[in-house]
């Protein structure tokens, strides 16, 4: 079996990205770590609680976005993160929409069991 090597540019290309990688882990590693700490170990009230989730979470998709999917806000790169941004929208419209004739079926069956 014959070895590959790769050249100056691709050793570098390869390199950077195996970075790019290495980074991205660590970022996520530590955004999901940080609410499981305070969750166990913290005396924060719910609310900043659920702030601090919330944050860290939405962090933690642009860390993927960024370093595993390669999309950026390069011009190259635009029609990937139009596309996802489009993705997202047809999602939340679907869910969101979905909840809320959910939600309206409920109060209209069920007004004794509202809280």
Same mark, same amino acid.
């Given at each position: %079996? ?27 590693? !530590? ?49 990937? &993160?139009? &596309? ?8 939340? !419209? %679907? ?21």
């Amino acid at each position: %079996m014959t070895r590959h090597h790769l050249s100056a540019q691709q050793e570098n290309e390869r390199s950077s990205e195996l970075r790019s990688y290495v980074v991205g882990y660590v970022l996520a590693l !530590i955004l999901t770590l940080t609410p499981f700490a305070l969750v166990a170990w913290s005396d924060l009230s719910n609310m900043k609680l659920w702030s601090v989730i919330g944050i860290c979470a939405l962090i933690q998709i642009v860390v993927h976005f960024r370093f595993f999917l390669h999309v950026s806000l390069a011009k190259q790169k635009r029609e990937d &993160l139009h &596309l996802i941004l489009f993705t997202t929208l047809i999602l939340v !419209i %679907m869910v969101g929409g979905t909840l809320w004739i959910i939600l309206n079926l409920y109060t209209r069956i069920m007004p004794s069991m509202l809280p």
